[in-house]
């Protein structure tokens, strides 16, 4: 540039450039120039990070999210979720009952009853329900709580307890169904299973006559019938008596 500031013989045009004679008046300059070239860093590593994802929008965390849910959900369900019992097959049930169907040491009446849980199925009573507990409740027993405690003392032993309805005094189905869902409102423990015994298969066999409160029928793990108790309240002794039931 010459001095009176036209263009040099370069053809470049005139810049205001100040060059200081004490360098450190330049430090302000220099922190922020490395303040940007960190900024500039910064970024570069965030979208070598988040590049991939952002590449599509939204939709991929969206995705990934819903992912992760129905993972979770998954584990809790499995972990803490209800365990239903395999129904044992015909294979398993005593070839050499010491008793006749109906009785203490026999196996349960043949017929068929409906398991009313989830979609309602008719299966055979004698192969289908055992090892476990019976609960034969008479109309209007009133004995919710009851039901619940003897639901909850199935568990521990991981046996079935099955609440079968009585067809006294003419008890219709859907009035029968009504009244299992009201008793079975107060079982929170315990593998509970509702089951409609409209031709009063097993209430006639172990609850004849005017019923009251609740009896139970204990099958073993070969469905043989090792007791039945009328009217049942919860006592360690009928515990003792379920404990007795995976023994078999």
């Known amino acids: 540039m010459r001095p009176d500031g036209d263009p040099d013989d370069y053809g470049l045009p005139h810049v205001d450039i100040v060059v200081p004679d004490d360098p450190r008046d330049l ?3 220099v922190l922020a ?3 940007e070239r960190r900024r ?11 590049g991939p994802v952002t590449r599509f929008g939204v939709a991929i965390p969206i995705i990934a999210g819903a992912l992760l849910v129905a993972l979770v959900s998954g584990v809790l369900l499995t972990t803490f979720g ?4 395999p129904r044992p097959t015909a294979a398993l049930l005593n070839p050499h009952p010491t008793g006749k169907p109906g009785e203490v040491g026999g196996p349960l009446p043949e017929g068929r009853v409906t ?3 989830g979609r ?11 090892p476990g507990v019976i609960g034969i409740a008479a109309p209007g027993c009133g004995c919710a709580r009851t ?12 046996l079935n307890f099955w609440l079968v309805g009585h067809p006294y005094g003419g008890v219709t189905g859907e009035r029968m169904s009504r009244e299992l869902q009201t008793l079975g409102r107060e079982v929170h423990a315990g593998s509970m299973q509702r089951v409609r015994d409209d031709r009063g298969l097993l209430a006639g066999a172990y609850a004849p006559g005017r019923p009251t409160g609740v009896t139970l029928v204990l099958v073993d793990t070969v469905g043989t019938v090792t007791d039945i108790v009328r009217d049942a ?3 360690p002794e009928l515990q003792a008596k379920i404990k007795k039931l995976t023994e078999s």
């Open 147 to 158: 039901i619940a405690d003897l639901a909850a003392r199935t568990q521990p032993f991981q």
């Open 27 to 29: 430090h302000r300059d």
């Open 233 to 235: 309240r919860p006592t």
């Open 40 to 50: 500039d860093r910064r970024r570069a590593r965030l979208r070598r990070v988040f």
């Open 115 to 117: 398991v009313v849980e």
């Open 120 to 130: 309602p199925t008719e299966v055979s009573a004698r192969e289908a329900i055992h």
């Open 33 to 35: 120039y490395h303040r």
């Open 82 to 85: 209800p365990r239903p019992m």
